[in-house]
């Protein structure tokens, strides 16, 4: 093709094949389905919605670049884009960045045309063109031609000639007059030399939008001066407008307030020793894998019960915080996790409850490095956010942890760009987390909005969206409207995380969770955390990263192993003793190997955790170690083996004292009964009055009924001070193990993807092939066929049987290309382009240009056949 393109059509005709797998891969939403040809590519290309996903991953400088196109006349020329940004005096930072936004932008397929002839695509101008109720984020209005639309042609004439221009013979000519008068900057200079004060003041304040206001009916000279000479032209029964001409030279020609050519620093930055870093990373990593191991502990019998809408109510979540020593969102974390890791699940059960599921026990067996590696990876691709428990839904119900409703599509792509800004950092440096959400804000403006390319309401009162008095007051004056649609272009200055901003809520929560994690210590990513972060590297220097493909699971899981092993020589080794103390103490002075941790755990209660671990040894403990099968002289062997001090005599005779005790009474199930060989022993629990509420009855000598579940009985003996044991119909005693509920098998939560997935360079490559073929077919040149009718452009061409046949038998002999018309089995239509090989029993075997390669066609499904122009293949 030669000349300007016409259409966004002709010109992506015109890219290369490497410019479409670009255009494919910044948008992939235009892959589904692959298009017929790129005709069907432009069309898909300038529909809204892939328009306003396109814009909504825009970084702030080339969106105000495609937010000033859209108020620039249509086609702009690069150097009126130009002034547009940098004003009239120009700035060096625009100037050097301009070139980027339009290549972007062009890229994209948001604007095409030449340099001199820059088109925004339509649908993505009347995104971003201003309206009464859709103001643009300039802040401009309407031109004075789009304004001046409704207005009589005498008020016009009246209007041209107070600004003392002469009278023209229609309001097109009057309203052209006009506009060049406001883009004349000598002329418009001397015109608001002859201001009244009030006057100008009343456009400084509309300066920058919104640019409408209302006026009364009988308006202030000052005002008076200014709808008399069209620098405040109707907009309504009681409004008024700066027509965008005026506002342009008042603003010396910047659409902008501040354009904001590259992004904001990360700074200040704090610089520690990364070794430093790498110890407190290792420190909390470790603490993670003691607070998710607590966890599962905690739910080893059974967890809580799952509301009926999903999830955990609010006061079991408060139990778990009490239970892992933390708040109630810290818990949330934890829970959110070890869930997304496929640690803990909910049973399935009549009696719906939480527990740990088998995989919980797997990964209890791995080392502590390797352990760190599945919580990180799982952590890394969720999409479930712990950040939003506690917070209303759309229904304003709360959300609750481990339920429905928390899945964030943006957070793993926030994640990885913000441990990719620390990654680019120096090893050891730390920013404030305000600079981060500030860079990620930059990158993504209207992402960070909230709800961009919502169609605008129409405005619902008599003054335009955004309009304030003119007439005895003026709106605040602002760097820029904001548009309900779009907003969020106007740069906000880092402070508080706004309530609605969803992608800096997701940074400072990414900022908190990395560091609870161990992936950041003292702020600054570690080196673990930068092998972490290797399937995703950019780097800051990069001002607008391109949306980069999400990894793959198994690119996720290389990458946390990566780290693990970066990991491993920094966590503590574990330790096989523990030092015994007179006050019924024992104290681990580092982790303990996971037999003699989970022994102890049964044995004696945590007490205090830290560098040093303490567990206190108490009757009710040494009871729990009875009942799940060990005998005194067993304990007493087990702490002999694995202290470094001598069993103290105080807790020798403790475990002695509760073993002697330990299965005198016996319990099951009758409803439950209460069987003993000393028949005193039984009298005396009879006796006692905190007994009546197990409603107890003498059997036999040695025999006491209850009318209570046998667990509940044994709780009331034990509360009682007597040391039960529950036994089974066979009279043996029943063993307490610490693993018997457990889930059945279940897979990890799958994350909810944020839009299409991005395509692979095979998937890439073969679409663009086919809409190259699929283009050549739709455009090729073909020699006419003869038919009752000619056929309508782009109609799939209508031959005999017989005709059909003839020409696919002579194009075997010449070896010449056919354009042909298809139905598939499914009935939906296509034009191919094929090189016919064999004709026989029906089919025709060809070379399919469409789909490059070799294919066989029915002959009953080709609609018909043409041939093409000796130089169309």
């Known amino acids: 093709m030669t000349g300007t393109p016409r259409t966004l059509a002709e010109e992506l005709r015109t890219r290369t094949d490497r410019g479409l797998v670009g255009l494919l891969r910044a948008r992939p939403d235009l892959l589904n389905p692959v298009p017929g040809d790129v005709t069907q590519l432009a069309t898909r290309a300038g529909t809204r919605a892939s328009v306003v996903r396109a814009v909504e991953r825009l970084d702030r400088f080339v969106l105000q670049t495609a937010e000033a196109l859209a108020v620039a006349p249509d086609p702009c020329p690069y150097d009126t884009l130009g002034a547009l940004m940098g004003g009239d005096t120009g700035d060096a930072a625009v100037a050097a960045e301009l070139p980027r936004a339009v290549a972007e932008l062009r890229a994209q397929a948001l604007v095409w045309g030449p340099d001199d002839r820059l088109r925004l695509v339509r649908t993505a101008r009347e995104l971003l063109s201003p309206s009464p109720a859709h103001p643009s984020p300039t802040g401009l209005g309407p031109t004075v031609t789009e304004a001046a639309a409704g207005m009589s042609p005498g008020r016009l004439q009246e209007i041209i000639a107070a600004a003392g221009l002469p009278t023209t013979h229609d309001p097109v000519t009057a309203a052209a007059a006009l506009t060049a008068l406001f883009s004349d900057r000598a002329r418009m200079t001397a015109l608001l030399d002859t201001a009244p004060a009030e006057s100008v003041a009343v456009l400084d304040k509309l300066l920058w939008g919104p640019p409408y206001g209302g006026v009364t009916d009988r308006p202030a000279p000052h005002l008076q001066w200014l709808l008399d000479r069209g620098l405040l032209l109707p907009a309504g029964a009681r409004n008024v407008v700066l027509p965008r001409e005026a506002a342009l030279h008042l603003r010396a020609g910047r659409a902008h307030h501040t354009p904001e050519p590259v992004p904001p620093a990360l700074s200040p930055a704090t610089e520690r020793d990364p070794q430093l870093v790498d110890n407190a990373a290792a420190s909390q990593a470790f603490t993670a894998l003691a607070t998710v191991e607590e966890l599962l502990k905690e739910w080893?019998?059974?967890?809580?019960?799952?509301?009926?809408?999903?999830?955990?109510?609010?006061?079991?979540?408060?139990?778990?915080?009490?239970?892992?020593?933390?708040?109630?969102?810290?818990?949330?974390?934890?829970?959110?996790?070890?869930?997304g890791a496929g640690l803990i699940a909910s049973d399935g059960e009549a009696d719906e409850r939480f527990a740990a599921t088998p995989a919980a026990e797997e990964w209890l067996q791995l080392p502590d490095h390797e352990r760190w590696a599945v919580l990180a990876a799982g952590w890394l691709s969720a999409t479930r956010t712990a950040g939003v428990v506690g917070s209303a839904d759309a229904k304003g119900r709360a959300l609750a942890a481990l339920g429905p409703h928390l899945d964030r599509s943006p957070a793993p792509e926030v994640r990885r760009r913000t441990l990719a800004l620390l990654a680019g950092l120096p090893p050891g440096t730390s920013v404030p987390a305000a600079a981060v959400r500030s860079r990620l804000q930059w990158e993504r403006p209207l992402r960070s909005a909230g709800a961009a390319g919502q169609v605008p309401a129409p405005a619902t009162g008599r003054t335009p969206a955004g309009a304030g008095a003119v007439d005895g007051g003026a709106p605040s004056p602002g760097p820029s409207g904001s548009a309900p649609g779009l907003a969020g272009s106007?740069?906000?200055?880092?402070?508080?995380?706004?309530?609605?901003?969803?992608?800096?809520?997701?940074?400072?929560?990414?900022?908190?969770?990395?560091?609870?994690?161990?992936?950041?210590?003292?702020?600054?990513?570690?080196?673990?955390?930068?092998?972490?972060?290797?399937?995703?590297?950019?780097?800051?220097?990069?001002?607008?990263?391109?949306?980069?493909?999400?990894?793959?699971?198994?690119?996720?899981?290389?990458?946390?192993?990566?780290?693990?092993?970066?990991?491993?020589?920094?966590?503590?080794?574990?330790?096989?003793?523990?030092?015994?103390?007179?006050?019924?103490?024992?104290?681990?002075?580092?982790?303990?190997?996971?037999?003699?941790?989970?022994?102890?755990?049964?044995?004696?209660?945590?007490?205090?955790?830290?560098?040093?671990?303490?567990?206190?040894?108490?009757?009710?403990?040494?009871?729990?170690?009875?009942?799940?099968?060990?005998?005194?002289?067993?304990?007493?062997?087990?702490?002999?083996?694995?202290?470094?001090?001598?069993?103290?005599?105080?807790?020798?005779?403790?475990?002695?004292?509760?073993?002697?005790?330990?299965?005198?009474?016996?319990?099951?199930?009758?409803?439950?009964?209460?069987?003993?060989?000393?028949?005193?022993?039984?009298s005396e629990i009879l006796a006692d009055r905190r007994a009546a509420t197990l409603r107890l009855r003498r059997l036999a000598p040695t025999v006491l009924a209850a009318q209570t579940a046998p667990d509940q009985l044994l709780d009331g003996l034990r509360a009682m001070g007597y040391a039960p044991a529950a036994e089974s119909t066979a009279g043996d005693v029943l063993i307490a193990r610490a693993d018997t509920h457990r889930t059945p098998p279940r897979t990890a939560p799958t994350p909810v993807p944020d839009g299409p997935p991005t395509p692979d360079a095979t998937l890439l490559t073969a679409a663009v092939r086919a809409i190259r073929a699929g283009d050549l077919a739709a455009t090729a040149e073909r020699k006419p066929v003869h038919a009752p009718a000619p056929a309508a452009p782009g109609a799939l061409p209508r031959t005999t049987s017989a005709e059909t046949l003839a020409t696919m038998q002579a194009a075997v002999l010449t070896h010449s290309a056919l354009w042909i018309g298809y139905v598939n089995a499914d009935g939906a239509a296509s034009q191919r382009v094929i090189a016919p090989v064999r004709v026989e029993g029906g089919f025709v075997t060809a070379y399919d240009h469409t789909s490059d390669e070799v294919r066989t066609y029915p002959l009953h499904r080709i609609t018909g056949v043409a041939e093409l122009a000796d130089d169309s293949v």
């Open 300 to 339: 080893d019998l059974g967890g809580p019960g799952v509301l009926r809408a999903g999830g955990m109510s609010v006061r079991d979540l408060k139990r778990t915080a009490a239970a892992l020593d933390t708040t109630e969102q810290l818990a949330a974390f934890w829970l959110e996790l070890a869930y």
């Open 490 to 682: 106007a740069h906000a200055p880092a402070g508080p995380v706004p309530a609605d901003d969803l992608r800096s809520r997701l940074a400072q929560w990414t900022l908190t969770e990395a560091e609870l994690l161990g992936v950041t210590g003292r702020g600054a990513l570690s080196t673990h955390g930068r092998a972490l972060t290797d399937t995703t590297p950019q780097s800051t220097a990069a001002p607008s990263p391109a949306p980069a493909a999400a990894p793959s699971p198994a690119d996720t899981e290389a990458a946390a192993a990566r780290a693990a092993a970066l990991l491993a020589p920094l966590l503590p080794e574990p330790v096989d003793h523990v030092l015994l103390q007179a006050d019924l103490t024992a104290v681990a002075p580092g982790p303990l190997h996971r037999p003699l941790s989970d022994a102890l755990g049964i044995l004696a209660d945590i007490e205090s955790k830290g560098g040093a671990t303490v567990y206190r040894f108490t009757p009710a403990s040494v009871r729990r170690a009875l009942d799940a099968g060990r005998s005194a002289a067993e304990l007493q062997e087990f702490l002999t083996a694995h202290s470094r001090t001598p069993v103290p005599q105080p807790l020798a005779y403790l475990i002695d004292d509760v073993a002697r005790k330990h299965g005198r009474l016996r319990i099951g199930a009758a409803t439950a009964y209460v069987r003993c060989d000393d028949d005193a022993l039984l």
